[in-house]
């Protein structure tokens, strides 16, 4: 028989995994913060910061509460057993800041001077993933409001798994720049998406997964 700590052991991987994740951009976040508040001049890399400072300190804050809260939402133990602080993290923490993250993405994607290689058809991707994100929060909150447990952890782990993104493009960029340095337009894409994509299909499988062990458990449930 397991001792009772065992699982919620076998947990913290998950957790420390998804923060290690984020780290690289959350750390990229704290130095863009730094620039913007010591007043460094504006230069050709960081104007659009300087000179429209508001959606980037949105973005990078609500990205690190999103991405460090967020993750201890995904260890089963701490669901169940803290339900008043996984209710209280997700209502006034973790679905203002994803929806903060999402709307800023999609502002500085529209009105941000971007790098040439950005505009275009990155800026498409990003397009179509704020507005997805966005809309998988909404439809995890709609889900909870009807008490359907289960898709609405399908529709956060979703919208999770999208701002992640962020983490799995530094995997998908960096190692290819060391390689063959800085990309083209396409290459850029492919990288881009690669993250974004890898992502989802991860998501897809973790939900997959928990609507076969829910079944197990309860085989009479329905559910979408
Ligand atoms: C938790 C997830 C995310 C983290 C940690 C994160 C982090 C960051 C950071 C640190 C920057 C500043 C980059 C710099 O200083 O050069 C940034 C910029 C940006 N992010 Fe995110 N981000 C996340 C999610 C998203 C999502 C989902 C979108 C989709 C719309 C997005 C769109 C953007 C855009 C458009 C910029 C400005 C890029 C530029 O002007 O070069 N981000 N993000």
Do not use: C, K
């Not at 179509?128 to 966005?134: C, E, K, P, Q, T």
């Not at 439809?139 to 983490?167: E, P």
């Not at 850029?188 to 974004?196: E, I, K, N, S």
């Amino acid at each position: 028989m397991n001792p009772p700590s065992e699982p919620r052991r076998r947990e913290w991987p998950i957790a420390a995994g998804l923060i290690l994740l984020a780290l690289v951009p959350v750390l990229a976040g704290a130095v863009r913060m730094g620039d913007l508040a010591s007043g460094a001049p504006a230069t050709a890399a960081n104007a659009r910061f300087v000179e429209m400072p508001l959606p980037i300190v949105l973005h990078i804050l609500g990205a690190l509460v999103y991405s460090l809260v967020g993750a201890f939402q995904f260890l089963p133990s701490l669901r169940r057993r803290r339900t008043a602080w996984h209710r209280f993290a997700g209502r006034y923490l973790l679905v203002p800041a994803g929806l903060v993250v999402a709307a800023s993405g999609l502002w500085m994607t529209a009105f941000y001077d971007t790098p040439a290689i950005d505009d275009g058809a990155v800026a498409i991707s990003r397009y179509g993933i704020g507005a997805l994100m966005l809309a998988f929060i909404v439809l995890g909150v709609a889900a909870i409001a009807r008490r359907d447990f289960f898709a609405h952890g399908a529709w956060m782990t979703r919208a999770y798994a999208l701002a992640m993104g962020a983490g799995t493009q530094v995997l998908t960029s960096v190692p290819p720049f060391l390689v063959f340095g800085e990309p083209d337009a396409l290459m850029r894409l492919v990288q881009m998406d690669a993250g974004w994509i890898l992502n989802a299909l991860v998501a897809e499988w973790v939900i997959a997964r928990r609507r076969a062990a829910t079944r197990r458990r309860t085989p009479a449930t329905v559910i979408a």
